[in-house]
């Protein structure tokens, strides 16, 4: 079990769910939604959607749900079947409306395994832990840099306090006003951050953005740093699932199913026609009348949709979408080896400046399945990320096999039972000066939604709480449309907490009508 209740930082923010009906079968005519995308945000909004009794049909292109954070089945070459995903994530505690979502089905996380630490590790060796930190800001970060062999107390020093303000004083959207124009390179460079520290500190969080800092906006960067380290207080540690990852999204799917939703795997929606009264929506060649329609995809499949959809928004929103950047590639390798790793490597280690590897988990150490593999084959199951990449797809591979060699040398001498490869380029870019023209979880027509990762919404939220927390809004917004109640959604503070009220620049923004 993991996570506590529903959080332990007082600070933290809920809003309200917006008033209304509390069930659709309440009024004149029950709506009727598409959800266009079973990942993180497709199961929120059709959830969120179900539980007030809309009709809700869920499309889904591929043969699983999780979408990038799901799992599937493969088979190694002596047979033995296996699972396989797009690679390792952390579930960190202040995913507020993500854990709120995986409650439905399992109340007490108990599908979630603490991660008691992760190390980071330099090129020079130097190893930096989150083991037994404090958990509230500041004593968490002063915790960190007291004990960390890369941060002395003369770099602590010379940090331009000044510059390094922003940070500690986020909030959502005022932060991108003030950096949103520069990079997060650039802006590291201004806080005279010491070099070997932000390799660990800051380009681990970078690049788990899949981009190089140069290419990622400095106020996602802030933000980022709020969400995990300065603006809450539930500590740098996060859980894994105990499973593979389909095991916590296909419960939610059997119970859409039980709400009275369709749920249709290995079916992709090919087109949105707005109309009248509604939208048709062509599923798998077949026509479907809507009155609402969620779209909840990545990057290139969103881009996709809308250019096939060619009377669906406005001018000016189609040229957004349009305009959506995914980051550059990333490669996931995963190695089931005939001998175990040393009994002390940690379940997950990340790496700073040993390019291309980004980090190496042990997945025997808390999923289930591989635990049991590794057991009888007496073997490990190693998984390698590179972030970010800008090498060739088998040049990366090759490099990345060397470094864990490098860095756990026992592998060196293990023979591969089997080993799978995932390369895409679809994680959302979030480059400098691009913030004010991503496209808002409010389409520009009535009934028409989008919830997702790269989907813009005024919280401090990212990655899969982004997804979820874009999901559970853009089905509120449709509730409310209907006069249906909504669900509530909690984040972390809305203002840094560090800055005294005096020195901030203004009021704190109200949240959440529109967000
Ligand atoms: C290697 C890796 C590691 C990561 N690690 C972490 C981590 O540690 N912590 C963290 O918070 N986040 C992590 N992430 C990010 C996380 O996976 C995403 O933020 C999240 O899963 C995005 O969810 P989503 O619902 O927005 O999009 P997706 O999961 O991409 O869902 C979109 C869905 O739409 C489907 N689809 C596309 N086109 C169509 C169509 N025409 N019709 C029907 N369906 C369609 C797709 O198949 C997909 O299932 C990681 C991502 C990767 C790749």
């Avoid at 079916?267 to 609402?292: C, K, L």
């Avoid at 490099?399 to 679809?426: I, M, N, Q």
Wanted: with cysteine; glycine share 10%.
């Amino acid at each position: 079990m993991s996570g506590g209740a529903e959080g332990r930082d007082r600070r933290r923010v809920r809003h309200p769910a917006p008033a209304g009906l509390p069930d659709a079968r309440l009024l004149s005519r029950r709506p009727r939604a598409v959800v266009v995308g079973g990942g993180i945000a497709g199961l929120a909004a059709a959830t969120a959607l179900a539980e007030r009794g809309v009709a809700v049909e869920l499309c889904e292109r591929q043969g699983h749900l999780g979408g990038r954070a799901g799992s599937w089945t493969e088979t190694l070459p002596d047979g033995t079947s296996v699972s396989m995903g797009r690679g390792f994530h952390a579930f960190f505690r202040q995913y507020y409306n993500l854990r709120a979502l995986l409650r439905r089905t399992d109340p007490g996380l108990r599908l979630l395994a603490p991660v008691p630490d992760y190390p980071l590790l330099d090129a020079a060796g130097r190893v930096d832990t989150f083991r037994a930190l404090p958990r509230t800001p500041p004593w968490n970060a002063l915790a960190f840099a007291a004990r960390s062999p890369t941060f002395t107390p003369r770099d602590l020093l010379r940090l331009d306090a000044r510059a390094a303000l922003p940070l500690a004083d986020v909030s959502v959207p005022a932060t991108y006003r003030r950096l949103d124009h520069m990079d997060a390179e650039e802006f590291l460079a201004r806080l005279r951050f010491p070099a070997a520290a932000r390799h660990l500190a800051f380009e681990v969080f970078s690049r788990s953005f899949f981009a190089p800092p140069d290419r990622l906006s400095a106020a996602e960067l802030a933000v980022m740093f709020h969400l995990y380290f300065l603006g809450s207080a539930e500590g740098l540690l996060f859980d894994v699932p105990r499973v593979p990852p389909s095991g916590l999204w296909t419960p939610l799917g059997d119970r859409l199913a039980a709400l009275g939703a369709r749920v249709r795997l290995r079916t992709a929606v090919g087109a949105v026609r707005p109309g009248p009264d509604g939208f048709t929506v062509e599923i798998g060649g077949e026509d479907v009348r809507a009155d609402a329609v969620v779209l909840a995809l990545d990057v290139p499949a969103l881009r996709e949709l809308v250019a096939a959809s060619p009377a669906l928004g406005t001018p000016r929103w189609r040229r957004r979408i349009a305009a959506l950047r995914t980051a550059p590639p990333f490669l996931v390798r995963r190695l089931w080896l005939d001998r175990p790793v040393a009994a002390d490597r940690p379940a997950f280690l990340a790496t700073g400046g040993l390019a291309p590897l980004d980090n190496i988990s042990v997945l025997e150490r808390y999923d289930r399945d591989a635990a049991a593999w590794a057991l009888r084959a007496g073997g490990s199951v190693v998984e390698l990320h590179a972030y970010a990449v800008s090498a060739p797809r088998e040049e990366t591979s090759a490099r990345l096999l060397g470094r864990l060699h490098e860095v756990y040398p026992e592998t060196a001498r293990a023979g591969e039972v089997g080993e799978f490869t995932e390369w895409h380029e679809d994680c959302p870019l979030f480059a400098p000066g691009t913030f004010f023209d991503r496209p808002a979880v409010a389409g520009p027509a009535p009934g028409l939604v989008l919830a997702g990762d790269g989907v813009r919404i005024d919280l401090p939220v990212a990655l899969m709480e982004r997804a979820a927390t874009t999901g559970w809004h853009a089905a509120n917004l449709l509730l409310s449309g209907w006069g249906l109640a909504g669900h509530p959604l909690t984040t972390v503070p809305l203002r840094g907490r560090l800055v005294p009220a005096r020195w901030r620049g203004g009021a704190v923004p109200p949240v959440p009508a529109g967000l």
